[in-house]
């Protein structure tokens, strides 16, 4: 809740930095502490990568829509209105072969309605159609006559053809489900992304730190050193080795302030903030006491991932290929079959008063006496990408479970990594303080106070470096199988909220 409020806060104050003009300053700095989860859970909320991750998504959501509605009877109405024609006729005489122009004058108009429904089991196609026509005749006399179809029933149906509603009736939910854990992965990805920026300000900070630190520790020593010089207790070379180090310091602190505002302009970007938020990020306390079982991240990778997805969609576009060239080779038939009622009249009640049937039933077929073995050569190259894809997956998933498994080894030994790096660095931090007290007591050359000075800088670096290690890891395998493992539960989304 708290973490909720604080992302709110913010958000709502870089609103108004972006859209308040003229009241605040260009030179006016919004500054504010951040700890690492209150970073992920604003990356998760605002930046423009977690955006366009959702309109992604959305973009999923509706082509799956698209694809249900294919399954549902669909009603269209359809019109002819005030087709008016007036020309030249050309009329063949059947008896004697004369060709006569008529003048031709008439306008017509109609009204249909139709029902459709697909037939996913068969690739069949049902309709149910009702319309009814009126052609008025202006010359050589005025008249009008009504055509209706009260009912008219069609239905047709391919005997050997490949049925596109039946594999997407399979494919197409899995690639709905697909594009939802993409997009949770696409959020994990944030995460990882939002962790590598952080470590990357607080590392800049902790340097710029240390920078400035060094700078007021070598004033104080060159101060001391200038007294020991006077009295003969130190040579001209360690003066000027000081002296040196100072201005180097100077020019450390200016070199660390210019990455930390390269930094900082990285996350703030990312995040979705302009350069008037500064940020002050929180050094994690310490990191959890975890140990992952490969068997359970495999298990859970293969539940909940895309990636096994993503194989099983490859190896059904495969047998997908096979199947619509088998269809496609050989003889093609298909049956068509209509059935409906018919009357015309003078008028709209003799239209439709005794209607007469009509019925059309056909079938069609196609056989290719020689096609040189086109439909063949097909079939068989269709059998052999099939043969290669299912290869290709087999060795993806042998190469994924690899990866994972030498991610859940390098995790599970950071822990230890951590804890010793934190020791080093306590023990780096004090040798660092007692070099500093023995050489302004003369007890000290500079040479080994240097030493002490570069072990104090690795050892803290180290430390920060260890803790993003850790983070990075953790939420690199928690993309990887879309599992909370510090809160024990699958990394799921408000899909329906996000869709409404």
């Known amino acids: 809740m708290v973490r909720s409020l604080s992302t709110l806060f913010i958000s709502l104050t870089y609103i108004v930095v972006l859209f308040s003009p003229g009241e605040i300053s260009a030179q006016q700095r919004y500054r504010y502490t951040m700890t690492l989860e209150e970073v992920i859970e604003t990356a998760r909320e605002q930046s423009p990568s977690a955006l366009v991750a959702k309109h992604n998504f959305i973009a999923n959501y509706w082509q799956f829509r698209s694809f249900k509605a ?6 269209s109405l359809g019109a002819v209105l005030a087709s008016y024609d007036r020309s030249l006729r050309a009329l063949q005489n059947s008896q004697t072969g004369e060709i006569n122009y008529i003048v031709n004058n008439n306008m017509n108009n109609s009204l249909n309605l139709s029902v459709s429904q697909n037939i996913p089991l068969t690739g069949g196609k049902v309709s149910l159609t009702t319309s009814l026509n009126r052609l ?7 008249t009008y006559t009504y055509n209706s179809n009260p009912v008219y029933l069609s239905y047709t149906q391919p005997l050997k053809a490949y049925n596109t509603l039946k594999w997407e009736k399979i494919t197409e939910p899995k690639k709905f489900e697909k594009a939802k854990r993409e997009y949770l992965e696409s959020l994990e990805e944030i995460n990882i992304s939002a962790v590598n920026l952080f470590f990357s300000v607080l590392s800049a900070q902790s340097s710029l730190e240390i920078a400035k630190k060094r700078h007021v520790s070598t004033e104080i020593s060159l101060k001391m050193a200038q007294q020991r010089f006077e009295i003969g207790t130190i040579s001209n070379n360690d003066l000027l080795q000081l002296r040196l180090g100072l201005y180097n310091s100077s020019l450390e602190i200016g070199d660390k302030e210019a990455a930390l505002n390269i930094s900082m302009l990285r996350l703030l970007s990312f995040l979705g903030f302009n350069e008037n938020v500064e940020i002050t990020l929180i050094v994690p306390e310490e990191i959890p006491e975890v140990q992952l079982e490969f068997s359970d991240v495999y298990s859970k990778a293969i539940e909940y991932s895309s990636d096994m997805l993503k194989n099983e969609l490859s190896i059904l576009t495969a047998e997908q290929a096979v199947a619509q060239a088998k269809s ?16 015309k009249g003078g008028d709209l009640q003799s239209a439709y008063r005794n209607p007469m049937d009509q019925e059309r039933i056909g079938v069609t077929l196609t056989l290719p006496i020689l096609d040189w073995g086109l439909g063949k050569g097909r ?24 990866d994972l498994l030498i991610k859940v080894l390098e995790f599970n030994k950071l822990n230890d990594k951590y804890n010793i790096s934190l020791a080093a660095d306590s023990i780096a931090k004090l040798r660092y303080d007692m070099a500093i007290e023995a050489f302004n007591n003369g007890n000290l050359d500079i040479l080994r106070l240097n030493s002490a000075q570069a072990d104090f800088d690795n050892s803290a670096a180290r430390y920060i470096s260890e803790i993003g290690n850790f983070w990075k890891s953790y939420y690199t395998i928690r993309k990887l199988s879309l599992y909370d493992y510090l809160r024990g539960r699958e990394v799921t989304a408000d899909f329906d909220k996000m869709i409404n």
Request: glycine share 6%; hydrophobic share 30%.
């Open 70 to 75: 294919q399954f549902l009877p669909s009603v």
């Open 136 to 142: 008025d005749q202006f010359s050589p006399n005025n």
């Open 328 to 343: 496609s080779n050989g003889i093609q038939a298909g049956i068509s079959a209509q059935f409906g009622l018919t009357q």
């Open 379 to 402: 079939v068989k190259l269709a059998q052999s990408r099939e043969d290669v894809v299912r290869t290709q997956v087999d060795q993806s998933i042998s190469q994924y479970r690899q």
